[in-house]
């Protein structure tokens, strides 16, 4: 698992800050907001303790969470048991549907995380929040 870029921080990072640390992974972190498209973007902290993340929502539903980390971006779900179903049958690799079947279940949903090194697992991504989108 990689680690949150900005663990111990008590303000989200800027542009720059971002850049820096996400490194060549900036440009998937870019095309991945483009694509998805979601109209609101947050930054959210729990604890300096867990680092910052940024939310995409649709209206006052997040969709994706997506965690800056060094070289790398981290993205989570929280898919209820019809997104869970949906993103099964959308031909996802198998080893994220071995992801999907060992997830952590919690009220809001199994807790799905996945780790964005390269092209192909935007696709993935994408897949997984049309399934939270359209349930």
């Known amino acids: 698992m990689l680690p949150n870029a900005f663990i111990g921080r ?3 990072p800027t542009d720059a800050e971002l850049s820096a640390e996400l490194g060549d992974a900036r440009a998937l972190w870019d095309q991945l907001l483009m694509e998805l498209a979601l109209p609101v973007q947050e930054w959210h902290s729990n604890s300096t303790e867990a680092g910052w ?30 997104a869970m179903q949906a993103a099964r049958e959308s031909k ?15 009220a809001e949903g199994a807790g799905v995380r996945l780790d964005v090194t390269t092209k192909t697992d935007l696709a993935t991504v994408k897949r997984l929040a049309a399934a939270k989108m359209a349930n």
Do not use: H, Q
């Open 92 to 106: 996802l690799p198998p080893g994220v549907i071995k992801i999907l079947d060992e997830a952590p279940r919690y």
């Open 53 to 82: 993340s940024l939310r995409l929502k649709a209206g006052k539903r997040t969709i994706v969470y997506i965690t800056p980390c060094r070289g790398a971006l981290r993205v989570s779900f929280a898919l209820g048991e019809k």
């Open 10 to 12: 008590t303000k989200a």
